[in-house]
């Protein structure tokens, strides 16, 4: 009995699979589809070369693992990340490819520039921060209120940008108290404060 429930018959080739082996059909009474994911993958192209269909063949992989199509590489199944609804469970790029494709779109979508762009800009700033001028140039530096790119910046000093909230005259302030002047307000009058200018 405890065998029934672990394991499931593909119609196509008749063979007893673990549950997993099948991908999810929340249509059929026990939740899975008749064929095997690698029996429906079969199906599937024969189906669209059919009708005619340009289909990529299919390249043959190892035991436990997949063809990545964007780098075009053979990868183990703990370098993809799950999907459910995908006809073996796993995504259809890599973890690489995927976390490549994401920075691009993040880029394009937050800045409106593309890698190329980027690296350019990072080119013409000889590869360092513009405002240290040490460390690498890895994080793109906008203008919140017009979200014109400005160049890019060292994480430190991306974040000290943020922190002051894009003001120059508190990063002026903040300059001349490195520098040891220090700035105090002034008492004109009982609970008035001047600031110097």
Same mark, same amino acid.
């Given at each position: 009995?405890?065998?029934?429930?672990?394991? !499931?018959? /593909?119609?196509? #080739?008749? @063979?007893? &699979? *673990?549950?997993?082996?099948?991908?999810? +059909?929340?249509? $059929?009474? %026990? =939740?899975?589809?008749?064929?095997?994911?690698?029996?429906?993958?079969?199906?599937?192209?024969?189906?669209?070369?059919?009708?005619?269909?340009?289909?990529?063949?299919?390249?043959?992989?190892?035991?436990?693992? !997949?063809? /990545?199509?964007? #780098?075009? @590489?053979? &990868? *183990?199944?703990?370098?993809?990340?799950? +999907?459910?609804? $995908?006809? %073996? =469970?796993?995504?259809?790029?890599?973890?690489?490819?995927?976390?490549?494709?994401?920075?691009?779109?993040?880029?394009?979508?937050?800045?409106?520039?593309?890698?190329?762009?980027?690296?350019?800009?990072?080119?013409?700033?000889?590869?360092? #921060?513009?405002?240290?001028?040490?460390?690498?140039?890895?994080?793109?530096?906008?203008?919140?209120?017009? =979200?014109?790119?400005?160049?890019?910046?060292?994480?430190?000093?991306?974040?000290?940008?943020?922190?002051?909230?894009?003001?120059?005259?508190?990063?002026?302030?903040?300059?001349?108290?490195?520098?040891?002047?220090?700035?105090?307000?002034?008492?004109?009058?009982?609970?008035?404060?001047?600031?110097?200018?």
């Amino acid at each position: 009995m405890q065998e029934e429930q672990t394991v !499931k018959r /593909c119609s196509r #080739c008749k @063979e007893c &699979k *673990p549950r997993a082996a099948f991908a999810s +059909n929340k249509a $059929a009474r %026990d =939740g899975l589809q008749a064929y095997c994911r690698e029996c429906w993958a079969e199906y599937h192209q024969a189906r669209q070369l059919a009708k005619g269909k340009n289909v990529r063949p299919r390249v043959q992989t190892p035991e436990g693992h !997949k063809f /990545c199509r964007s #780098c075009g @590489e053979i &990868k *183990p199944h703990s370098e993809w990340h799950r +999907n459910a609804t $995908a006809s %073996d =469970g796993l995504s259809t790029s890599c973890k690489v490819c995927r976390a490549n494709k994401g920075r691009a779109d993040h880029l394009k979508r937050q800045y409106g520039i593309t890698e190329a762009e980027r690296d350019e800009l990072i080119s013409s700033q000889a590869g360092v #921060c513009c405002i240290c001028l040490a460390a690498p140039a890895a994080h793109v530096d906008h203008c919140h209120n017009t =979200g014109r790119v400005r160049g890019v910046l060292c994480f430190s000093c991306n974040a000290a940008l943020g922190q002051f909230k894009d003001r120059p005259d508190v990063i002026r302030r903040a300059a001349a108290y490195v520098e040891g002047i220090a700035w105090k307000p002034t008492l004109v009058a009982p609970g008035v404060y001047q600031l110097p200018s």
